[in-house]
């Protein structure tokens, strides 16, 4: 347990507005992550960060944006939210970027875009 | 390329069965790691074991246990007696070092739901 929790755990919005989900952590890990799970794909990388203000680009990152102000919370902002964004998303930590260290993750945000 | 693959996309067993989940994994890199997760009904991920690439013993953990063969490259679960808290999706990662990103990516598989009937 990595002490990682995420805001909000569920949020219903419309197609068009924007909407940011926030993680929290609280072990100092200097790596963290975005995810997002759906059915047939598994855990998609949206976007990392390495550091503060430290960010880049996964697999899946278009819509998405990302920001990292402090060791302890990573925010992901999805601009302006389509129906293909319904998914639940996970947040991970870890200590280090190495191939070593284990991921931790969150409890997950059921996000639903009507 | 790197990639993971669970060919069983759905296991159901009766109670008190054993059960082996597989894992095939993809990589050209000589070190990595692996990693088992596991997804309960309620939606959290688990982290269960870590194992690396110069360590080919098999582990047992209480009903878990875990079988890496490089030879085959692959990194299979098994449940012994099953129970029902068992149920769960479990997913097999591989972490592998990237000339790309200043990270180390891990690629998950799909995932392999288990239910375990009582």
């Known amino acids: 347990d990595a002490g990682i929790t995420q805001s909000p755990r569920h949020k219903v919005t419309e197609t068009g507005t924007p909407v940011t989900l926030r993680c929290h952590q609280t072990e100092n890990h200097r790596y963290m992550y975005w995810y997002r799970q759906d059915p047939g794909h598994g855990l998609r990388l949206i976007h990392y960060s390495y550091g503060v203000k430290d960010t880049d680009k996964g697999e899946v990152s278009d819509g998405y944006s990302v920001s990292r102000s402090k060791t302890e919370d990573f925010l992901l902002t999805l601009e302006s939210a389509t129906s293909s964004q319904t998914s639940v998303y996970f947040c991970?930590?870890?200590?280090?970027?190495?191939?070593?260290?284990?991921?931790?993750f969150g409890p997950g945000t059921r996000l639903l875009v009507l | 390329a790197q990639k993971v693959t669970q060919a069983q996309t759905e296991i159901s067993v009766v109670e008190k069965e054993d059960v082996t989940l597989d894992c095939v994994y993809e990589t050209r890199d000589t070190t990595y790691y692996l990693f088992w997760y596991k997804q309960p009904p309620s939606g959290e991920l688990v982290f269960l074991i870590r194992r690396n690439s110069f360590d080919e013993q098999n582990e047992i953990s209480g009903r878990y246990s875990w079988n890496f063969q490089k030879s085959t490259s692959s990194f299979n679960f098994t449940i012994t007696a099953s129970q029902v808290v068992d149920s769960a999706v479990y997913f097999c990662?591989?972490?592998?070092?990237?000339?790309?990103?200043?990270?180390?990516?891990?690629?998950f598989g799909p995932g392999t739901s288990l239910s375990v009937i009582p």
């Open positions: 991970a930590t870890r200590t280090s970027g190495g191939a070593r260290e284990t991921q931790y």
């Open positions: 990662a591989l972490s592998a070092f990237s000339m790309k990103t200043s990270y180390d990516k891990v690629i």
